[in-house]
């Protein structure tokens, strides 16, 4: 059986929550479908549950079908998602939520027409407001650091208390802590875990312990 999604408030009615998933949520590039799966088996093995597969390359949907039907263990998403269409071509094969740069209202209503729990992107706080008014509190804060980064996001947090991120985009081992020590952060993204060269020789079991050491790195921050 595969695992359920947790939802967003006490509601049995409100929609499942992405960032109540995993404190980290691996963000994976797959050029070659083959490879989804034991990626996938390493990232759950390490702790890492919740996978965001881009929708940048043609193996993306494939590898989005592979997950679902081979690693019951794995909340497989879809990412880089920016179009109607990829919303509906990610559901069919099996993502079970979906995360965007950012947003428009013809993405916004079919990816709130999906079903399926969905993650906008914003950078600024005008973009945060648009979205409240809109009925949707959490969101993705992209490019993270690029875009202010941890100090930023607590700045936010004044005004803007009600909203909650997903920070992703130039996340590392090393900044992750701080992003999720913040009181409006509910998870980050990111492919630390996943360097080219460990993907590119298959070496799962690297995967593995760097997946492991991530999901090692969030308990740390919230006991702290
Ligand atoms: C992305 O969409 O590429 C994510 O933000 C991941 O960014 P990263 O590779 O900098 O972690």
Same mark, same amino acid.
């Given at each position: 059986m595969s695992s359920p999604l947790p939802s967003s408030?006490?509601? =049995?009615?409100s929609p499942p929550s !992405? #960032?109540?998933? *995993? =404190?980290v949520v691996p963000v994976v590039v797959v050029e070659?479908? *083959?490879d989804a799966v034991p990626l996938a088996r390493a990232l759950v093995a390490g702790g890492l549950p919740a996978i965001e597969v881009t #929708?940048?390359? =043609?193996a993306a949907l494939d590898a989005i079908r592979a997950i679902a039907g081979e690693v019951p263990d794995a909340v497989v998403g879809a990412g880089t998602v920016i179009t109607p269409g990829q919303v509906d071509e990610a559901v069919d094969a099996g993502a079970r939520f979906l995360v965007s740069p950012g947003w428009t209202d013809v993405l916004l209503g079919a990816m709130r027409a999906s079903g399926v729990p969905f993650l906008p992107g914003v950078s600024t706080a005008s973009e945060v407001v648009a979205l409240l008014e809109r009925g949707v509190r959490e969101m993705k804060f992209f490019p993270a650091r690029a875009a202010g980064g941890t100090a930023y996001l607590r700045a936010l947090a004044? =005004? #803007?208390?009600?909203a909650r991120f997903c920070p992703t985009g130039g996340i590392g081992a090393d900044s992750a802590p701080d992003y999720l020590a913040l009181?409006? !952060?509910?998870c980050v993204g990111g492919s630390?875990? #996943?360097p080219a060269d460990a993907v590119a020789a298959r070496d799962w079991g690297r995967i593995e312990r760097l997946a492991r050491e991530a999901a090692g790195l969030s308990a740390g921050a919230r006991c702290r």
């Open positions: 408030s006490s509601s =049995p009615s !992405v #960032l109540g998933l *995993a =404190p070659d479908a *083959a #929708l940048r390359t =043609p004044g =005004p #803007l208390p009600q009181p409006n !952060v509910g630390w875990m #996943l």
